[in-house]
DNA sequence: GTCTATACAATGATAGAC
DNA sequence: GTCTATCATTGTATAGAC
């Protein structure tokens, strides 16, 4: 039976305690800047379990890159999955993306780090696999908005592009944030700049 | 006469020499992973000369970041003095931003990391009015465009934002690149998804 | 304005008991 | 698996000579 020391109602393992952590650490300060005495603080453990369970401090941000990565790409195969026309699925997925991110704010801005920050800032994990696969996806649904008739022909790939810079725009929280708007809505708004100008319209 | 030592072509002074070594690796490294030390050895000078010029660390990260600042804000001045049609200026506007980006790599990145990296990553510095003077400018010219009426009625501040958007895609020089592609190209390409579906067609 | 030399705190990591 | 105690290294910063 474990030892209940620092937690009286759940008492999850210190691997666990040190994961959600250090994900709230890192995602706020980045990598370099985020200590190993900081993560045990806030995990309320000690070196020791760090170093038994993770190796290092790298081992533990690798373990939650891949843990990060793996949540958000559900939400992939979720919006996949989902019905109504092409178009709408297309923001579906968008949308579903976007809330997934809000959903979990820290491993976004920790996988983030990786793909949009200095080069040289975090230990390098090859993400590009995850980031084509996600482009490839959203590819297809243009691609079938295309074929169906949805939305006229135009270079598929520039479209899925556009969006997903949208999409990014959209669920980087701090940049260019104007009074009073709501990045949700700036995501539609987006959207809809980019699809209704597709739309065929009506002869 | 000042004494030559590291350099024999240009003796130009420790602070110039602490800026350039200083851009570079916190460019390439972000702030809290950039040592005093890696600078000094880059730059060539001893620490005294760094404390003596910017104070501490952060001072010079500070100095680094306003020089930046005016230097990128200076192609939108001239971009923004171009002739063309509304459109063309719109697109000779992101162009610019985009040229300027790629010319002072290291510079955007710093910036870059302020804007999009995590809260306390670096030292906050309020950014917020370059970006929304950026955001104004771009969306004076769309506003043009259209009471010419070379764009159909939209929303302007959408339309801006997911330009913007594309640009920033565009700039970030490594999130989902696919192999063979060049980001100029995807950034006209994106322009063009956002503008041509706004053009008023021919009846 | 720049150097040599150094102070001193914070960092990542480990040994060994339990 | 987790603790106490500690280490070696690297971090930012300064004193004082020139």
């Not at 620092?6 to 994900?23: C, K, M, N, Q, Y």
């Not at 976004?108 to 920050?117: F, M, T």
């Not at 270079?155 to 990014?168: F, G, I, W, Y």
């Amino acid at each position: 039976m474990p030892r209940r020391k620092r937690d009286p109602e759940s008492d999850i393992g210190g691997r666990e305690r040190l994961l959600a952590a250090a994900v709230r650490l890192f995602g706020a300060k980045g990598y370099a800047a985020t200590t190993v005495r900081d993560i045990l603080r806030a995990a309320g453990v000690t070196a020791p379990v760090l170093y038994y369970h993770f190796g290092n401090k790298e081992g533990l941000w690798t373990a939650l890159v891949r843990e990060g990565v793996s949540k958000l790409s559900v939400a992939q195969d979720e919006a996949m999955a989902a019905a109504g026309s092409a178009v709408d699925r297309i923001r579906g997925f968008c949308r579903a993306a976007y809330e997934m991110r809000r959903q979990h704010a820290d491993s976004h801005r920790v996988i983030w780090e990786i793909l949009s920050g200095p080069p040289a800032a975090a230990p390098r994990l090859d993400l590009s696999g995850e980031g084509a696969r996600f482009i490839e996806r959203l590819r297809a649904l243009v691609q079938e908005a295309v074929s169906s008739g949805e939305l006229r022909a135009c270079n598929t790939l520039h479209v899925t592009l556009a969006l997903t810079a949208c999409l990014d725009a959209a669920s980087g929280l701090r940049v260019y944030d104007l009074p009073g708007s709501d990045p949700g809505d700036e995501l539609e708004g987006m959207m809809s700049v980019i699809l209704d100008g597709l739309v065929i319209p009506f002869e």
